[in-house]
């Protein structure tokens, strides 16, 4: 990785996308530290101390922004679930699934333009939500112009946000929306390792317990990134045979080749999907009855199992019921996300107009079924490795107190060294595409 890294930074074109997205990641980390007009910190401070819960879950994805009511205390959450309810809408109306898979680029950007009009609709409620679940908390006043400046601001953060994931995407190195909440989790690992470390020291007096409690979690942690690392490289090759044929006036001769199959083609988006997904019903039923754990009925019913996904305050069998729907979840993301980038008939299709054949297949149908097969049973394995992995740490919130904040641990690794390859492997993609020799070689 850190060859890959260095190789990257002596091409003139890559070091530029290098420093573009990091400027962007300075601007995204200056933005957490500005607090929205109108509020007092006195008690901003006292409201938000030792956050813990479904705000804490918030304000580790937003790199604590959401401690602060900075601009990006939102963080990304309203454009993912957009992106999650356009790409469901796709799959159910014609004419979107028509513009999406015909419209080529056109297409493409109108389908983005819907998504953003959608994410600015979510971002008004969750923001008016906000502002009416704090305006008698941390704010100066509570009048209407404040509620206006404030909603506003929350707004306008959102859509700058989206702006520099969209950047990063397109100018930089790696997915943007990713890369945003990868860094606003790793923001956050010195004061987690901090609390680890305390466990050892708890008030300046050494302790056995937290030793080992200290030793399992670091031995957890790297079990768990040797994992992903192993399931996010792991890839199966299917060989492909091509025919001598004449092209131009030349004879090309037989080759032999693989198509490359990974266990993870989605990578680490259905987690980031599923965990928003999961999160989002209690983060919109807090902002409006900041009161709704006090209260009884279906609200606190979807209240609670929502918030299974991120807290112990809930019962044992929210958690397992929440643990369900987590894992269909991910596994249906991840089946959504891999055939929406591996289409089998279309690259069936493209072997046989070359002359190619899976040795033992037919061209053709039987080809694209296999293939099918093949990517069915890889994304399977891979979508529940993923949940797994996900799911475990939920259910060690249950253990002693001291080791209920690796709650939220697994989930975050998973993004966390997701993303880092992924960042890795397209550093290598633009290496391998501008011929780099140092590389090649």
Not at 39 to 65: C, M, P, R
Not at 109 to 129: D, F, H, P, S, W
Not at 284 to 289: L, N, V
Not at 407 to 420: D, E, R, Y
Request: charged share 10%; hydrophobic share 50%; aromatic share 10%.
């Amino acid at each position: 990785m850190f060859k890959t890294i260095k190789n990257a930074l002596k091409t003139p074109k890559i070091r530029n996308r290098l420093l573009y997205t990091l400027l962007l990641i300075v601007i995204f980390r200056f933005g957490c530290h500005v607090t929205v007009p109108g509020v007092d910190i006195l008690e901003l401070n006292k409201a938000f101390e030792g956050v813990t819960g479904l705000s804490g879950l918030i304000n580790i994805i937003s790199g604590g922004a959401f401690a602060r009511f900075s601009i990006f205390a939102m963080t990304i959450t309203p454009y993912i679930t957009s992106s999650i309810v356009m790409q469901l809408l796709t799959m159910i109306i014609p004419s979107l699934e028509r513009l999406s898979k015909e419209g080529g680029e056109v297409g493409r950007q109108k389908m983005n333009r819907y998504t953003k009009v959608l994410t600015i609709v979510l971002a008004l409620i969750e923001a008016t939500g906000l502002y009416l679940s704090y305006k008698d908390q941390i704010f100066v006043d509570s009048t209407i112009l404040t509620g206006v400046v404030v909603i506003i601001s929350l707004i306008a953060g959102t859509a700058l946000l989206m702006w520099l994931g969209e950047q990063i995407t397109n100018k930089g190195i790696g997915n943007g929306i990713s890369m945003i909440i990868f860094v606003g989790i790793v923001s956050g690992i010195p004061s987690a390792i901090t609390n680890v470390v305390g466990l050892i020291a708890p008030n300046s007096v050494f302790s056995t317990t937290g030793l080992l409690q200290a030793i399992g979690i670091a031995i957890g942690a790297l079990l768990l990134v040797m994992g992903v690392i192993f399931v996010q490289q792991a890839e199966r090759r299917i060989p492909v045979q091509y025919a001598k044929k004449v092209v131009g006036r030349k004879m090309v001769g037989a080759q032999n080749t693989h198509i490359p199959l990974k266990l993870a083609v989605a990578g680490v988006m259905p987690i980031i999907f599923a965990s928003s997904f999961m999160t989002f019903p209690a983060i919109i039923i807090q902002m409006f009855d900041p009161n709704i754990a006090e209260h009884t009925g279906i609200w606190n019913v979807i209240y609670n199992f929502s918030l299974a996904t991120s807290t112990t305050t809930v019962d044992v069998w929210y958690s397992i019921a929440n643990a369900i729907v987590y894992l269909l979840l991910i596994v249906g993301f991840t089946f959504f996300y891999t055939y929406a980038t591996f289409n089998p008939a279309e690259v069936a299709n493209n072997i046989k107009k070359n002359g190619g054949f899976i040795p033992g297949i037919r061209s053709g149908k039987p080809t694209a079924d296999y293939l099918s097969s093949v990517i069915g049973k890889l994304t399977w394995f891979g979508g529940l490795f993923l949940a797994i992995i996900a799911i475990i740490p939920m259910f060690m919130r249950f253990l002693p107190e001291s080791l209920s904040s690796v709650a939220f641990g697994g989930t975050s690794i998973l993004i966390v060294v997701g993303v880092a390859l992924e960042t890795v492997q397209q550093l290598e993609s633009q290496l391998v595409m501008r011929h780099y020799k140092g590389f090649l070689e």
